[in-house]
């Protein structure tokens, strides 16, 4: 397994595909897709772009269906829910098919969209991504954070490096994809124990604490307490993996 850290979907290398790609958006997107999965949703789908979301959700009943919309942190209004993962209660989603459009995370998902296996990642289920990855081995892997507006975020480089800690031997350069590797790594090992204090010091989780969402922090900084994860099945659609 090559393992590659890229901090957005800009930085990406042009015309080419990992056999793997682990999309990251811990504040919030990737958190709420698999809360609403592990929650019993039947599916999610993303898009990029919320007309296009608008008119594939319109043709399901209104009773199968939920649409999911946020920029800049706030709901979009034409839309039944925000991106918080703490609106994704069983009693809300179970059963339903749900729609999402996001600043960055669904760019994310888009850009990788083709490859043969898309996985969406945060720290609520890290673990359950990692012994997948250990059990596939896949001959190439991106860890893919969605940073903001097409900068570096903290909060998703630090899930890459949890992920890529258990994964890479550092003495083993076959595995090292980028320098960005080693540096998530690094980032991981400085705040393993302190999560939430990272997240309240990267400007998004700033942002998000202006919009008084601070349970949502909270909740994103808990480390493994789901055991699935969102797969993508058809091209922008994930099911659960258990
Ligand atoms: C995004 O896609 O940028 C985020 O998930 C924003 C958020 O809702 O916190």
Same mark, same amino acid.
């Given at each position: 397994?090559k393992?590659?850290v ?6 990406t290398?042009?015309n080419?595909i990992p056999?793997?790609a ?6 919030r997107?990737?958190t709420t ?8 949703a039947k599916?999610?789908q993303?898009?990029s772009?919320?007309?296009l979301?608008l008119a594939e959700?319109?043709k399901?009943?209104?009773?199968s269906?939920?649409r999911?919309?946020?920029?800049g ?7 039944d =829910?925000g %991106?918080?993962?703490l609106d994704?209660?069983? +009693? *809300?989603v179970?059963?339903?098919q $749900?729609?999402?459009s996001?600043?960055?995370?669904t760019r994310?998902?888009q850009?990788?969209?083709s490859?043969?296996t898309?996985?969406a990642?945060a ?9 997948y990855?250990k059990e596939h081995?896949p001959?190439?892997?991106w860890?893919?954070?969605?940073g903001?507006?097409g900068g570096?975020?903290?909060?998703d ?5 949890a ?5 890479v031997? =550092?003495? %083993?350069l076959?595995?090292?994809g980028?320098? +960005? *590797?080693?540096?998530?790594i690094? $980032?991981y ?6 999560l939430?204090?990272?997240f309240h010091l990267c400007?998004h989780g700033?942002?998000l604490l202006?919009?008084n969402?601070?349970d949502?922090l909270?909740y ?7 055991s699935?994860f969102?797969?993508?099945s058809q091209?922008?659609?994930?099911t659960?993996h258990?």
């Open positions: 397994m393992i590659s890229y901090h957005t979907p800009e930085s290398p042009a080419t056999e793997c682990i999309v990251i958006d811990v504040l997107a990737t897709i698999g809360t609403a999965l592990d929650n019993g599916s999610v993303a898009f772009d919320i007309d979301l959700s319109d399901l009943p209104l009773e269906r939920l999911l919309g946020e920029r942190g706030k709901k979009v209004d034409s839309c =829910l %991106n918080s993962p994704c209660s069983s +009693e *809300v179970k059963d339903k $749900l729609f999402i996001t600043t960055n995370g994310s998902l850009r990788v969209q490859a043969k898309v996985i990642a720290i609520i289920n890290y673990g359950a991504v990692v012994n990855l081995k001959a190439t892997v860890l893919l954070g969605s903001w507006e570096y975020s903290l909060e480089t630090v899930c890459a490096g992920i890529a800690s258990e994964l031997n =550092l003495s %083993n076959d595995e090292i980028n320098d +960005e *590797v080693i540096s998530a690094a $980032l090992r400085q705040w393993e124990d302190n939430l204090g990272l400007s700033q942002r202006k919009l969402l601070d949502d909270k994103c900084a808990n480390k493994n307490i789901i699935t969102p797969l993508q091209k922008g659609i994930f659960i258990n």
